[in-house]
């Protein structure tokens, strides 16, 4: 491959500079660069203390990704593996998995976590990626401005404003995975405002069983949404927002599904529909009383239904929250807002599962201030906490603080130290997992086992408390760095321990008066901790007007501790996350119709999982055609013909899937 980029380097050495487009910004205009999501205001990238990644638009267009958790590999720290076609798993310094829940997802200020089991179904989280301004990610607590589920970081997809996306967009895409069709539309609302809809429809592919054969595992989603801006039309100090999104998804895949038999099997492969719909709408309105003062107030409502093999999870959430930024006085620069978010599930369970209750309301009250205190001209103190509280856990406190050293205009220095909280999430509050006996082929079972979870009110949730250590320095225009440490300290991670009245046989006592039915109750526990550390490294180097080569490396080291016997799955985390991982993008403007990218990932092995470490190659090649009229060719683990990525113990019934390497073409029309 260098070979090659060193032979076109040279037969286009001669392009002048005034013929090539600037593709991305340079490092320094990268430094520059507005971030909102670190203090809730505007600020730029090297003022921010915090290990923050910004990956813009330009960034998402030229690495080939169809989704947005495939480009979400480009940033440092964080963990991305794909488990099948629909499926997968991301995480932010560990504790990986389908399931995971200490990462806080918001797409436009919209939470899209599922308080079910507290995680993200990244199958459902889509747009037009050429509609995303930008993906900020702050690797660390969050807690503090975004409240509890924030314990490891938070991705903040932001997409852009309805002035910036004019005009006429319709693109194809086809390979031999996937097949995309995507359609919007800008206009002008009158003198002050603009708008934009969209539809989008997508056909991913069946991938390949780890142990060979038809994955059956393949995924349909058709979507639609809009949104309108505008001002006030008296003094333009009034912003206004409007959106919405509904979407439709149908996948499948396969699952063993455990039944307890005499003598065996205990369990049989099924196969498994999943079927989601949902909808959304999003209101924002922001005055701004001076340069350096304003006051937001936002809204949502959120639906969400979901239909597979276990149970079917069907939830309507309403959010509203307000935020106040007072004008600087004197060394203090301060931010309050406050919330409220209001929940109501039904849960349809299955002969395998049940829920003691199937429909439950949930209402979360928060408030946070933050002050940014000036020391001196170079030293600043950021102080600020969040307040929450829910039905779980009661009241809690996630308090923050930030020093910082603005050594110079191009250099910058800072630490940290917060406390976030992880809130139960149903699924540790009230599940009850039925499993059958009875002879193999024989009569019907005629003894029932269920494996239930009961609640307990002493369970607090998991902490972590968590310090860290960055410096960002502008070497030249052309050259930066970032580079941040961590240490993480959690406790009361949660654990199942058997829980049985005295006299009991082998952990099963009868249920009622029916000698042929046993229960097994397992209460949520803490009785796990881990310690966590790491650092992660980024660079980048604007080499030539035409070439910019950017590069970033993360180190995990994960230990976990089970202080007590009788627990389930204490340990597994520690084995579910790469301790090492690195990438480097080169992306080059051949010419002023030409552009070539050039992505580069490695990830170390999950040894304990069979998951071996994996080296993978995605390139691209764009064509402007003509004005408005592009075609990218792109290649994905063009290394490889097929990736075993992830195993997942925290939905360890999901058959192991390897992924196919991909081919495509898209074709946009911009008119």
């Not at 039944?259 to 005055?287: C, K, Y």
Request: charge should be negative; aromatic fraction near 12%.
């Amino acid at each position: 491959m260098f070979a090659i980029v060193y032979m076109a380097c040279k037969a286009f050495d001669a392009v002048a500079a005034d013929d090539v487009d600037n593709f991305a910004l340079s490092p320094e205009q990268l430094f520059n660069a507005t971030v909102t999501s670190v203090s809730k205001s505007s600020q730029k990238l090297m003022d921010a203390p915090a290990a923050v990644y910004v990956l813009t638009n330009e960034d998402i267009m030229r690495s080939g990704a169809t989704s947005i958790p495939e480009a979400l590999r480009l940033v440092p720290g964080v963990q991305v593996a794909r488990v099948n076609a629909n499926s997968w798993a991301i995480s932010i310094r560990g504790f990986n998995g389908t399931l995971d829940d200490k990462l806080l997802v918001l797409i436009d200020g919209r939470t899209v976590y599922d308080p079910l089991f507290s995680g993200v179904y990244w199958d459902i989280q889509d747009t037009v990626l050429e509609d995303i301004d930008r993906i900020e990610v702050i690797r660390g607590p969050g807690a503090a401005l975004w409240g509890a589920n924030a314990v490891n970081g938070v991705i903040n997809i932001i997409t852009k404003k309805a002035a910036d996306t004019q005009g006429n967009l319709a693109s194809t895409t086809y390979g031999n995975q996937d097949g995309i069709v995507e359609e919007r539309y800008g206009g002008k609302l009158g003198d002050n405002g603009y708008y934009r809809v969209y539809g989008k429809y997508l056909d991913r592919g069946n991938e390949r069983l780890d142990s060979g054969g038809n994955a059956n595992d393949a995924q349909e989603e058709s979507r639609g949404g809009f949104r309108a801006d505008w001002k006030g039309s008296d003094d333009a100090r009034d912003d206004f927002t409007f959106q919405g999104d509904a979407y439709n998804s149908g996948a499948s895949q396969y699952r063993f599904q455990s039944i307890f038999s005499l003598p065996g099997p205990h369990s049989q492969l099924v196969p498994e529909d999943l079927d989601a719909h949902g909808g959304n709408m999003l209101g924002r309105w922001t005055r701004a009383y001076s340069d350096d003062s304003k006051f937001t107030l936002q809204s949502y409502v959120d639906y969400t239904y979901r239909d597979q093999l276990l149970l079917t999870d069907e939830r309507a959430t309403f959010d509203i929250d307000a935020q106040y930024e007072f004008p600087q006085m004197d060394r203090h620069k301060i931010i309050i807002g406050g919330g409220y978010r209001y929940s109501r599930d039904d849960l349809t369970g299955s002969p395998f599962i049940t829920f003691t209750n199937i429909g439950e309301d949930t209402s979360i009250y928060s408030s946070f201030i933050q002050d940014k205190i000036t020391l001196d001209p170079k030293w600043f103190l950021t102080l600020g906490s969040k307040f929450e509280h829910n039905p779980y856990i009661g009241f809690v406190a996630e308090p923050d603080a930030r020093l910082q050293w603005q050594i110079d205009d191009g250099q910058m220095a800072w630490t940290s130290a917060s406390h976030a909280v992880r809130t139960p999430s149903r699924l540790e509050e009230d599940l009850h997992i039925i499993q059958v006996a009875g002879s193999a082929g024989g009569p019907p079972p005629t003894v029932l086992t269920s494996l239930d979870t009961i609640a307990n009110p002493g369970y607090n949730g998991e902490e972590v408390n968590a310090y860290e250590l960055g410096y960002r320095k502008q070497w030249t225009p052309k050259v930066s760095t970032d580079i941040a440490g961590f240490y993480n300290a959690y406790h009361g991670l949660s654990t199942s321990t058997l829980d049985v009245p005295p006299g009991a046989i082998l952990g099963l006592f009868v249920v009622g008066t029916d000698p042929s039915r046993f229960e097994e109750p397992f209460a949520p526990e803490g009785n796990a901790w881990a310690e966590t550390y790491g650092v992660e490294t980024t660079a980048n180097w604007r080499a030539l007007d035409t070439l910019n080569l950017s590069a970033s490396h993360s180190l995990l080291v994960m230990t976990l501790h089970d202080n007590a016997t009788g627990t389930l799955g204490a340990l597994a985390p520690e084995q579910q996350s790469p301790k090492y991982e690195a990438n480097l993008h080169a992306a080059w403007d051949v010419s002023k119709d030409v552009t070539y990218d050039a992505m580069f990932y490695y990830t170390s092995a999950l040894t304990n999982y069979l998951v071996e470490s994996h080296t993978r190659l995605d390139m691209r090649v764009g064509w402007r055609i003509m004005d408005g009229l592009e075609f990218d060719l792109v290649g994905q683990d063009l290394l490889d013909a097929r990736t075993h990525e992830f195993v997942s113990p925290t939905d360890g019934h999901v058959l192991p899937v390897d992924i196919n390497r991909s081919v495509y073409g898209k074709l946009t029309w911009k008119f």
